[in-house]
């Protein structure tokens, strides 16, 4: 394997992935939600999209086998391994200045889609938009009746999900800040994550 | 009630609501899907977005009295009325033309993506993205396991859903001309349906 790059904690970090390259994503303590995004390299108005891979899917979280697609419904990752579980989320938009303006914080706070632009900004590059993440080793469980609630991961430390780009991409992921919901651990403190690009 | 007005098969349609009147939207036959977007009507980049809504309703499914947000977390629309039996979707994208050549079709289909772009550009608007829909009417089941389904819609013609303006936006909506999936019934068949703004 690759050596493993550090997500850090409350932060984003993007890297280019080229087709055929599996990156793998370790929860290296076990309780981080990580936001995952993917860009077509070449277009980056052409990207990961949870809508169109839950149609392409008929699941509302990928498995192993599973091929995530874009918004041109073109696969761009493939899930090869989980040994976290099998609980993520595709449901929830990445957190927010607003979302924590909305739960009381004045003043700045760290969040996922801000560290989307600071990920890829290191590589140069702007988002056109902030699609919505796959929120990897979030726990959002659904009722039958539809009702939805945030909770702890289940992953354990050093489990890790393995993804395959179909295309040549940037990744970019953010260790979500989130410190006043428990959904990185009911101690609500928010850890670095890692990755490896693997041939 | 004021005048209807016609959301014609397969096309789209776009109004402008001020903050606090009402859009009753009609199933006349019964059995067709209608992809909602709205939009703040001072900023286009603001929207009301499926994965912002999900967060705040913490619901995969808006009921009556429930308020849809914006991507930024503000509220747009309230759910104040449902005759149809309460089975919406929150979960798909938006059929395009990628959904339609996957499904074999060669040349042209019509489609909500572009219906959304052709509603907007009657008004001499132009949305910045394709946010994902609000689609009323529109049957996707889940399993406990989280698995999905494209089924039939359960509404009766004539039933109606009513939504309150939070702001003053635009709202735009599809006809959705998917005719190769039951989404818009067995028969496959798409038809008209009808909105109208009241005081």
Same mark, same amino acid.
């Given at each position: 394997?690759?050596?493993?790059?550090?997500?850090?904690?409350?932060?984003?970090?993007?890297?280019?992935?080229?087709?055929?390259?599996?990156?793998?994503?370790?929860?290296?303590?076990?309780?981080?939600?990580?936001?995952?995004?993917?860009?077509?390299?070449?277009?980056?108005?052409?990207?990961?999209?949870?809508?169109?891979?839950?149609?392409?899917?008929?699941?509302?979280?990928?498995?192993?086998?599973?091929?995530?697609?874009?918004? #041109?419904?073109?696969?761009?990752?493939?899930?090869?391994?989980?040994?976290?579980?099998?609980? #993520?989320?595709?449901?929830? $938009?990445?957190?927010?200045?607003?979302?924590?303006?909305?739960?009381?914080?004045?003043?700045? #706070?760290?969040?996922?889609?801000?560290?989307?632009?600071?990920?890829? $900004?290191?590589?140069?590059?702007?988002?056109?938009?902030?699609?919505?993440?796959?929120?990897?080793?979030?726990?959002?469980?659904?009722?039958?009746?539809?009702?939805?609630?945030?909770?702890?991961?289940?992953?354990?430390?050093?489990? #890790?999900?393995?993804?395959?780009?179909?295309?040549?991409?940037?990744?970019?992921?953010? $260790?979500?800040?989130?410190?006043?919901?428990?959904?990185?651990?009911?101690?609500?403190?928010?850890?670095?994550?890692?990755? $490896?690009?693997?041939?």
């Amino acid at each position: 394997m690759s050596d493993l790059v550090t997500i850090p904690a409350r932060r984003g970090k993007a890297a280019f992935v080229a087709a055929g390259q599996t990156v793998r994503v370790v929860n290296t303590h076990g309780e981080q939600v990580v936001d995952t995004w993917a860009f077509n390299r070449h277009d980056l108005t052409e990207f990961m999209s949870m809508e169109h891979s839950r149609s392409g899917m008929r699941r509302l979280i990928p498995r192993i086998g599973d091929t995530l697609l874009t918004n #041109h419904r073109r696969p761009i990752l493939t899930m090869t391994e989980d040994t976290s579980g099998g609980i #993520h989320d595709t449901l929830m $938009a990445a957190c927010d200045r607003y979302r924590y303006e909305g739960l009381g914080v004045v003043g700045h #706070h760290d969040n996922c889609t801000d560290n989307l632009a600071q990920g890829l $900004a290191e590589l140069g590059l702007v988002p056109a938009e902030t699609p919505s993440p796959l929120n990897l080793f979030m726990n959002i469980p659904w009722t039958g009746q539809g009702e939805l609630s945030f909770e702890p991961p289940v992953s354990t430390p050093g489990s #890790h999900v393995s993804l395959r780009a179909e295309m040549d991409l940037v990744i970019a992921f953010s $260790a979500c800040p989130q410190d006043i919901l428990p959904i990185n651990g009911r101690t609500c403190r928010p850890t670095e994550a890692h990755f $490896a690009i693997m041939a």
